[in-house]
């Protein structure tokens, strides 16, 4: 047997449960110039006395009956009021109550460990003080949880952009990748000279092309005198063209135009010869 003045365990927390998983305990004062305290009892509960303890109230039996008569709670009322050794008397205890999540105080018929409080119950106690049976004061709190918090809001959507904003550029083509432009003058692997550059080295004097070494402008090239020797050649007639030798300057293509002019006067010679030949067949008599 459990004597007065033994204390509950701390357990429980302050206020409502906060959900259905536990049982809610309400603790009334007023009659012996206190208030009303709320407390929860986590978790299923075997007793209302467990559930009761469990909420983390301390408690007081009696010397002849233990427990199973609640005397005090948190050491009300005092010793000097209530001795706790017998049943307390009818005209000051403890009266003991329940209810369902919103529904109304209901007093309880068992004994404190005679009922087992369903999840989410509220158990109730409110000292009686000089009143009779049908007269007990009930819990002054309404049984009922409170609503549970609205979740946070969700964060804001982004702003769809407004007309005249940046605009992504539209894919060049069909959409697939466009091939870099071709190198220009100026950068690696350009067909042009690179920047800073005099440009293609030009050829060294004398250096042989497809038509036979190029002279250097100023150098090596003669100009024709103003009287050039002109003999006609052996064996030729007064009619025949006659042939000056000049030296003449290579043409830009590498040909020497004394070699082209002597191609020239030889089929002068030629067409010469022709000629002189058919007039002394004319100019000859008949044998």
């Known amino acids: 047997m459990i004597g007065s003045g033994t204390p509950a365990r701390a357990a429980g927390s302050a206020g409502y449960c906060p959900d259905a998983s536990g049982v809610t305990v309400v603790v009334d004062f007023n009659e012996l110039g206190g208030g009303t305290v709320v407390r929860c009892a986590r978790g299923e509960q075997s007793t209302g006395l467990a559930a009761l303890k469990n909420a983390g109230f301390q408690i007081t039996g009696t010397l002849r009956w233990g427990e199973g008569f609640v005397c005090r709670i948190e050491g009300r009322p005092s010793t000097a009021s209530e001795k706790c050794v017998d049943t307390p008397p009818a005209s000051a205890y403890w009266s003991y109550w329940h209810a369902t999540n919103g529904g109304s105080w209901t007093y309880s018929d068992k004994g404190v460990l005679n ?147 002597g191609v020239l006067l030889l089929v002068a010679l030629g067409v010469g010869g022709l000629l002189a030949a058919r007039r002394r067949r004319t100019v000859e008599p008949d044998d």
């Open 115 to 261: 009922r087992k409080p369903p999840a989410g119950s509220f158990e109730g106690w409110s000292f009686s003080l000089n009143r009779n049976a049908n007269d007990a004061p009930r819990p002054s709190t309404t049984p009922r949880r409170p609503a549970p918090p609205p979740p946070p809001p969700s964060p804001p959507l982004p702003a769809p952009p407004t007309r005249g904003g940046p605009v992504a550029p539209p894919p060049a083509g069909d959409g697939r990748p466009v091939a870099p432009p071709p190198a220009t003058a100026g950068r690696p692997g350009a067909a042009g000279p690179m920047p800073g550059s005099a440009g293609p080295a030009p050829l060294p004097t004398g250096t042989p092309t497809a038509g036979g070494p190029v002279p250097t402008p100023g150098a090596g090239v003669a100009a024709p005198p103003a009287s050039a020797a002109v003999s006609p050649p052996a064996g030729s007639s007064a009619d025949q063209p006659v042939v000056t030798e000049i030296a003449a300057p290579r043409d830009a293509r590498g040909i020497p135009l004394g070699t082209a002019a």
